[in-house]
């Protein structure tokens, strides 16, 4: 059982969510609670080649106990919107343009699905695992100290005075 699914609509988009960390970020929050039954999975199914079996995969993935989705989109970026249509809208769904191909897509969708979009290419990615953490971590005093946790440890640093 996944709480959150990634979901990458093809093979060529493998490279750019290893490369950005997105699944080392859900890692570290999401890590050691799965006792609570919190976890991530990935998959591979594109909107436009396996729109049945992509319907599928959401209704199971509900069904399971899926909080959030995240719509990894390259080129056309169809996925997110068809997921947050597969799911009927009753859960969080999260786009992420891989590139300038996908954003329009990501971005306008039609008054009733509701799709978040959190940045383009590798920081959007590490967004998107931030951003379903917060999700998930409303109301679990756990999760949250989980995330907080990890935003410190993350923080980027001022610096004052530095000679450039």
Do not use: W
Not at 5 to 24: F, I, R, T
Not at 73 to 89: I, V, W
Not at 106 to 128: D, F, I, S
Not at 144 to 163: C, I
Request: proline share 5%.
């Amino acid at each position: 059982m996944a709480t959150v699914a990634v979901v990458l609509g093809s093979k060529s988009d493998k490279d750019a969510v290893s490369d950005s960390g997105m699944l080392e970020i859900l890692q570290d929050i999401l890590g050691g609670r799965g006792v609570k039954g919190l976890s991530f999975e990935t998959s591979i199914c594109s909107a436009h080649r396996n729109p049945a079996s992509l319907q599928e995969y959401a209704e199971k993935a509900l069904e399971n106990g899926t909080k959030v989705f995240v719509g990894v989109a390259g080129m056309a970026a169809a996925l997110p919107g068809a997921l947050a249509g597969c799911t009927g809208m009753t859960v969080p769904v999260i786009a992420v343009p891989l590139d300038e191909h996908g954003i329009d897509s990501c971005l306008y969708m039609p008054p009733g699905v509701p799709v978040l979009t959190t940045g383009v290419g590798k920081p959007g990615l590490r967004n998107a695992a931030i951003a379903a953490c917060q999700i998930l971590s409303t109301g679990d005093g756990y999760l949250s100290t989980s995330l907080v946790n990890y935003l410190a440890d993350n923080e980027k640093k001022p610096e004052f005075g530095v000679n450039l």
